[in-house]
């Protein structure tokens, strides 16, 4: 085994609760299985799912239920039941387009056209942020560290009051962004003087080293970086973590990723490519970055890029790529004996979900059928019936009622088999998610990817019987269908 950072210093798993989040006896029985698979802590960023109250109780989602706080609570309990750190992640500046969508907040928006950047000139913006951060600490009295997010604050300086601060000698929008991150912690580290924090480090990355090193964050914040790349520049990465550790932020974090960072919409996770992102930040602490105090790792498991888009890979598609993941860090690389500890732990015969027809979670295997078209059932050859209605049933074959009704027969019986299919596996699909999720996650997973689908297949069967019958002479019939191999 390899010894590095990564494999002994804590590695903590990112739960992302704003799309998808799980039932809580679904996290009771998860939460002991990432601790058996190597992990140390919980990263949780509730954003909507969070009991918040008084004036920010407008901010819980509304198309199901938050967790309540005596829930928030059984989630701490489970990981101090299992030796896990919870750090819990609160956005202070961007991404927060759960709370600026609202017209109550709506002022506070850096610019109309852009729902998440706050405005950081506004006394109320800080004080909206202080109040989220008091009422989640509140629920969170264990709590030794505090992630205060501040990641991508798109399109800050664009407001008219960024304009007119920006106009004044000596501001630019590296001390903008840095006045407001100061307020924050100064503030949190008033009142909870004991929490470390924690920042993403993106919008620092193009600072000089005297702004860094004057930006009033050093020994008061640690840094961490965040690559989910398969190709991670180790060689940047290195030279980042230097630079800042010669500007005294020396305490360093990395994040890494299992799922939620291939492309917005994916849906069954690839472990190789999770696993490589991990291999690549081996590299990086190999390679010691001079000065640099790394604190650990947080393996990060978007479930949606931001509060508007679409669900990523559901939790526990990408639990093989996460066990995976956090075995190579505990043995330093993906050897056969990560590998052999993933397959001992999940009882699973392959290291990638979309060949895997033995997890114990039906729903991950129907979720790969439908999106993959791994089920010769399912998709009841579907090239075939591609070509005929491409070939004799196209819009233009179907306005000018220009067809042949021995192919329309043909389409009409391969898209009811297919539809027939598709319908079943949703059905089940529906019953296996409404156990793990809330029916809003289910509703809006197959609206996003079956839909699509079935839409179209319904109406072309309507078509197929339509036309077959306005065209098909009385006491007529068309032959049975001939299997096609």
Not at 160 to 173: A, F, G, K, T, V
Not at 436 to 442: I, V
Request: include cysteine.
């Amino acid at each position: 085994m390899n010894i590095s950072p990564w494999t002994s210093g804590i590695k903590l798993v990112h739960l992302d609760l704003k799309g998808a989040p799980p039932k809580i006896e679904y996290l009771q029985k998860l939460i002991p299985l990432l601790a058996r698979l190597g992990a140390d802590g919980l990263l949780v960023e509730y954003e909507d799912m969070f009991p918040y109250e008084g004036d920010l109780k407008i901010l819980r989602a509304n198309s199901h239920p938050p967790y309540s706080r005596q829930e928030v609570q059984i989630i701490q309990d489970a990981a101090r039941a299992s030796g896990l750190e919870v750090i819990p992640l609160v956005q202070t500046f961007g991404h927060l387009e759960f709370v600026l969508k609202h017209k109550q907040f709506s002022e506070l928006q850096e610019v109309g056209y852009c729902l998440g950047t706050l405005n950081p000139h506004r006394e109320r913006s800080l004080q909206l942020v202080l109040e989220m951060v008091r009422q989640v600490l509140d629920l969170h009295p264990h709590a030794k560290y505090l992630h205060i997010g501040a990641d991508e604050v798109y399109l800050l300086g664009q407001g008219e009051e960024s304009r007119q601060w920006l106009n004044i000698p000596s501001h630019d929008i590296h001390h903008l962004f840095l006045s407001h991150v100061k307020n924050v912690v100064k503030h949190i580290q008033a009142t909870w003087p004991y929490l470390r924090l924690i920042m993403w480090d993106d919008m620092l990355r193009e600072m000089s080293h005297d702004t860094l090193k004057d930006s009033g964050l050093v020994g008061h914040v640690q840094l961490m970086l965040w690559d989910y790349s398969p190709f991670l520049d180790v060689e940047n990465t290195v030279r980042l973590m230097e630079m800042y550790s010669r500007a005294g932020l020396s305490e360093i974090w990395a994040a890494s990723s299992f799922k939620g960072s291939t492309n917005v919409n994916t849906c069954v996770t690839c472990t190789q490519r999770h696993v490589d992102n991990h291999l690549q930040w081996l590299k990086v602490a190999t390679a010691q970055p001079i000065g640099a105090e790394i604190q650990g790792i947080a393996i990060t498991g978007w479930q949606r890029y931001d509060h508007l888009s679409v669900l990523c890979e559901l939790l526990p598609v990408g639990l093989l790529s996460l066990a995976s993941c956090l075995q190579t860090l505990r043995h330093g690389g993906f050897s056969k004996e990560a590998q052999a500890s993933v397959t001992e732990v999940l009882g699973v015969s392959s290291m990638e979900v979309a060949h895997v027809t033995d997890l114990k979670e039906r729903q991950v295997v129907l979720v790969c059928q439908l999106v993959t078209g791994k089920s010769e059932q399912c998709l009841s050859n579907p090239y075939l019936l591609c070509r005929y209605v491409k070939g004799w049933f196209s819009p233009f074959h179907r306005q000018k009622r220009l067809v042949n009704l021995v192919i329309v027969q043909q389409i009409q019986h391969q898209a009811m088999i297919l539809l027939s299919s598709v319908e079943v596996k949703v059905q089940a699909l529906w019953q296996e998610m409404t156990q793990l999720f809330p029916e809003a996650t289910a509703h809006e997973w197959v609206q996003q990817h079956v839909s699509g689908v079935l839409e179209p297949l319904r109406s072309l069967v309507q078509d197929a019987n339509a036309i077959i019958q306005e065209m098909l002479p009385s006491n007529t019939h068309l032959p049975p269908v001939e299997q096609e191999s």
